[in-house]
Every structure is written in structure tokens, then in C-alpha cells.
């Protein structure tokens, strides 16, 4: 399997993994065990894919799959798990580097005004 840039990439939770699909051919671009087999729920943020599945939340790269970082949640069972960001909005599904453009241009307008 192969990395490939986040704005090519559909992202899949199943069955205790996280994986990249490209958005093209469907292939698998990473596959990540996660925790157990249950649900996985997930969300974009920029250039990364948050993961819940079996009471623990996982931040994985968006281009390789890999875990950046996990949090148990100690104490708190394994519930379903929902996830929001102060980034939820539509533009946190458009590659990072479109966004930085974006907000670089958005800031030069605001500096003319």
C-alpha cells in the first residue's frame, strides 16, 4: 500500500481499522489497526484523521496512516464515540495546503479593508 496525498483520499472505519482509499480507483492507500473490531467512527481535520472506536480516540496522519497519538479515555467504557473539532467546518476537507492559501489570502483582503 501507498501513501497519496489526503485531497485524493477517502477515508473508511471499519471493524476496528482506519483506512485511505484513493478516491479514483477505490484502491487501499493504508490500512491502520485500531482497537478490538467494533465501529470506528471518524473526522478530517486537516491533515489528520481522528479515530474512535472501543472507548479510545486515535489522531492518525491523513497521508501515511500512521499514529501520531492515542488517548484511552481511562474510566470512561466503550461507548460509541462521537468526535467534533473547533475546525468542523467544509474547509477542513480541503488539503492543508489549499487551506494555508486560503487563510494567507483571506488575511491579505482583510489587511486592505
Excluded at 38 to 43: A, G, K, N
Excluded at 47 to 61: M, N, P
Excluded at 78 to 101: C, E, Y
Amino acid at each position: 500500500m501507498r501513501a497519496e496525498s489526503g485531497g485524493n483520499a477517502i477515508y473508511v472505519g471499519i471493524r476496528g481499522c482506519a483506512l485511505a482509499l484513493n478516491r479514483d480507483s477505490g484502491e487501499i492507500l493504508w490500512k491502520t489497526p485500531l482497537a478490538g473490531c467494533d465501529f470506528v467512527s471518524l473526522m478530517l481535520d486537516g491533515d489528520a484523521v481522528l479515530a474512535g472506536t472501543k472507548g479510545e480516540v486515535f489522531c492518525l496522519d491523513a497521508h501515511s496512516g500512521e499514529v501520531r497519538w492515542r488517548n484511552r479515555l481511562p474510566g470512561l467504557g466503550w461507548g460509541l464515540i462521537s468526535i467534533a473539532t473547533a475546525n468542523g467546518n467544509t474547509s477542513t476537507a480541503l488539503p492543508l495546503a489549499k487551506r494555508k492559501d486560503q487563510d494567507a489570502a483571506a488575511a491579505t483582503i482583510a489587511s486592505t479593508v
